[in-house]
């Protein structure tokens, strides 16, 4: 989506079949670049993807106006049993900076993004 904010979606818009978005929860906030985008787009297929969909009556029409109702849903279990889980290996890094430094620095860097 953030390639999209720099182009010109009026004349673009109707340039392109199918639009995929991740996170598609995160769209549905008030003025999110996502409603501005989708809302110029033309394409027939839209494919949002997210672990979260909405539960407020109000983003739960504004996601189905701008991507479709939700069409299918994979539990954890569903993913378990197709083995299509994502699977992460965690490591250690050993460093002299004190734990809760560490942590704080951390935290400084995750970005916070809620609707």
Known sequence: MQTF????????????????TD????????????QKI???VIAPIRIGL?????????RKLVSEGLLGPIIGRVTFEDAKELD????????????????????????GDLPKRHC
């Not at 997210?50 to 109000?58: D, F, R, S």
């Open 5 to 20: 904010r720099t182009l010109n979606l009026e004349e673009l818009g109707m340039d392109f079949q199918v639009v995929i």
């Open 23 to 34: 996170e598609s929860h995160v769209g549905m906030c008030d003025q999110a670049t996502y």
């Open 38 to 40: 989708l809302s110029h």
């Open 50 to 58: 997210t672990a979260t969909p909405p539960e407020n009556q109000e």
């Open 84 to 107: 299509i889980m994502y699977s992460q290996d965690r490591a250690s890094i050993h460093t002299d900076r004190p734990r809760a430094e560490a942590d704080k620095a951390l935290q």
